[in-house]
Nanobody
Framework: QVQLVESGGGLVQAGGSLRLSCVVS????????MGWFRQAPGKEREFVAA????????YYADSVKGRFTISRDNAKNTVYLQMNSLKPEDTAVYYC?????????????????WGQGTQVTVSS
C-alpha cells in the first residue's frame, strides 16, 4: 500500500518562505513522477509543480514559477516544495501526489495516490 504524508505547512507573512515535505511509503517511489497541487476554499484543486522520477526535469504552474522549487530525494522517499516570496494568494491546502505511469502531469485526475494535505496560510 502506498501512503503519502505531507508536513511543513503553517502560517507565514507575505514575502516569507516555507518548505513542504512529502514522505512516500513503498519501494517504487523512485520510479514515479511526483506532483504538488493546492486547493483554496471554494476553488478547484490546481497544479503547482511536478518532478520526474530522476529529478532532472521539473514543471511549474506560471503562478509559482521563479518562487517555488520542487525537488526529491529518492534515498529518503521524499519530495519537497520550497516556497519563497509567498503571497496571500498562495494560501491553500497543499497536496502531494503520485502520477500514474504514462499520464499527464497537469491534471489531478491522472494521479493515483494522494496525501492528506497540509495547510499553508500567508498573511498580508
Amino acid at each position: 500500500q502506498v501512503q503519502l504524508v505531507e508536513s511543513g505547512g503553517g502560517l507565514v507573512q507575505a514575502g516569507g518562505s516555507l518548505r513542504l515535505s512529502c514522505v512516500v511509503s513503498g519501494r517504487t517511489f523512485s520510479s514515479y513522477t511526483m506532483g504538488w497541487f493546492r486547493q483554496a476554499p471554494g476553488k478547484e484543486r490546481e497544479f503547482v509543480a511536478a518532478i520526474v522520477w530522476s529529478g532532472w526535469r521539473t514543471y511549474y504552474a506560471d503562478s509559482v514559477k521563479g518562487r517555488f522549487t520542487i525537488s526529491r530525494d529518492n534515498a529518503k522517499n521524499t519530495v519537497y516544495l520550497q516556497m519563497n516570496s509567498l503571497k496571500p494568494e498562495d494560501t491553500a491546502v497543499y497536496y502531494c501526489a503520485r502520477l500514474a505511469a504514462g499520464s499527464s502531469y497537469l491534471h489531478a485526475g491522472e494521479y493515483d495516490y494522494w496525501g492528506q494535505g497540509t495547510q499553508v496560510t500567508v498573511s498580508s
